[in-house]
């Protein structure tokens, strides 16, 4: 959504394209002699008045709730260096609109058109957010859950020793002033490597010594604790066999030779996945539950019209279906 969609979704959801904010009756000094009232509440720093023109009024509860509505750069923008030009913006949309509407612009088809299906897209917006707020995850299914998708959530410490090859998407790359190797050189290395470490020769001192990997060579090889799914197949496959302190045979890989250690397997606890778990379910039956509101209604879709063409790749953000996902991806 675009800056100044997002905008014009917010306005219309606050009243400011519409017309003005209801006045807030003035507070009338007490008659004479009348009994003294209770104190005056503070006045709530959420309803102060921060931008006006003319009748219409904005609150800081107004602005920040079009803040949130604006994509996650512009957001930032507008909350920090950018936040002296909303103003200006939210003024000349204002003034703009009143002038639209003298000439009677709001009347032209494709305008009511444009209106209409920003009101439909926020009414789509809040049915569901008021259909997924009634949604729970219930503590049994998020533990059955949990067991079934067990495997996902399996990560292993590994150290690696990698030896760039001639052929190597890393073969341009300096390390040390060490030229790559020719694949059958890097595995013959690579083997003596492993002999040497079954006969007890320390993984991470050879590690530290000679892996062209820059990043992990100076902590002995060591990649830290990584899932499964993040792994290359060729090594989460290897990783997969092995049991802690064992050695990989050589592997090839794009990015040369390969030997891998298994240091430590671990599974991530319920309580460090529970939100996860608990988004997915929801996720699931949120679906569900659009898809029997869908069902209830005559729907028909001209596949050849909305077949794939030939172009440019979805942008990145492609536009979701309102409660759904994103319907170009």
Known sequence: MCLRSALLHSFLAVGWLVGAASPVPAQQPPAPGAASEAPVAEPDPQQRVVVSVDEAKLTVADVENILQTLPLQSREYYSGPGRHLLPQY??????????????????????????????????????????????????????????????????????????????????????????????????????????????????????????????????????????????????????????????????????????????????????????????TLRQGKLEEKLQELQNQHKIFVDAEYFAPQAGAPAPFGTMAAPGGAPSGR
Do not use: C, H, W
């Open 90 to 279: 939210l003024v000349r949309m204002k003034v703009l609109s009143e002038e639209a509407q003298k000439q009677k612009l709001d009347q032209q088809p494709e305008i009511r058109n444009a209106i209409g299906i920003a009101t439909e897209s926020i009414l789509a917006d809040a049915a569901r957010r008021q259909i997924a707020q009634k949604i729970a995850a219930p503590e049994d299914l998020v533990a059955q859950l949990y067991q079934a998708r067990k495997k996902e959530f399996e990560e292993v410490r590994l150290r690696r020793i990698l030896i760039r090859t001639e052929e190597s998407i890393l073969s341009q790359t300096s390390v040390a002033n060490r030229p790559p190797l020719s694949s059958a050189d890097a595995r013959k290395k690579l083997e003596e490597f492993r002999r040497q470490i079954l006969e007890g020769a320390d993984f991470a001192e050879l590690a530290r010594a000679n892996s062209d990997d820059g990043a992990s060579a100076p902590s002995g090889g060591d990649l830290g604790f990584v899932n499964y799914l993040t792994l290359i197949p060729p090594i989460a496959q290897a990783a997969d066999r092995l049991a802690a302190g064992d050695v990989s045979e050589v592997i090839p890989t794009a990015f040369g030779m390969e030997l891998i250690q298994v240091v430590e397997k671990r599974i991530q606890p319920l309580e460090q996945v529970r939100s996860q778990l608990e988004a």
